[in-house]
């Protein structure tokens, strides 16, 4: 099995700063594309920024200058630094990681449990 486990949510007030951590285990064979998503309420699950194998990145335009996502392919983690953060930051965040299977072309995604980042004006 597979387990993702995000960590670093938390309260913050505008202006502020907060690191997430995502780390991958179990049954990956090779990770490709990881990324962090959000979903706030009322809103769908939306793309915050997503990191390549070989370290290329995008960011949604909301957060662009603001947050900066990262990767340590032999820790199999995955990190996203938040600064300045807004009100409108607050949401669940996820961790998603893109796995392939030797045996298969097909790409496996997988989610973690979501970490609570709440921002306060």
């Known amino acids: 099995q597979v387990r993702i486990v995000e960590s670093g949510g938390g309260l913050v007030q505008a202006g502020g700063s907060l690191r997430l951590s995502c780390v991958a285990s179990?049954?990956?064979?090779?990770?490709?594309?990881m990324g962090w998503y959000r979903q706030a309420r009322g809103f769908q699950r939306e793309l915050v920024a997503d990191i390549s194998s070989r370290g290329s990145t995008n960011y949604a335009d909301s957060v662009k200058g603001r947050f900066t996502i990262s990767r340590d392919n032999a820790e199999n983690t995955l990190f996203l630094q938040m600064n300045n953060l807004k009100p409108e930051d607050t949401a669940v965040y996820y961790c998603n990681v893109k796995a392939t299977r030797p045996w298969d072309v097909r790409e496996y995604t997988h989610w973690g449990q979501g970490t609570q980042v709440t921002v306060s004006s």
């Open positions: 179990g049954s990956i064979f090779r990770i490709n594309d």
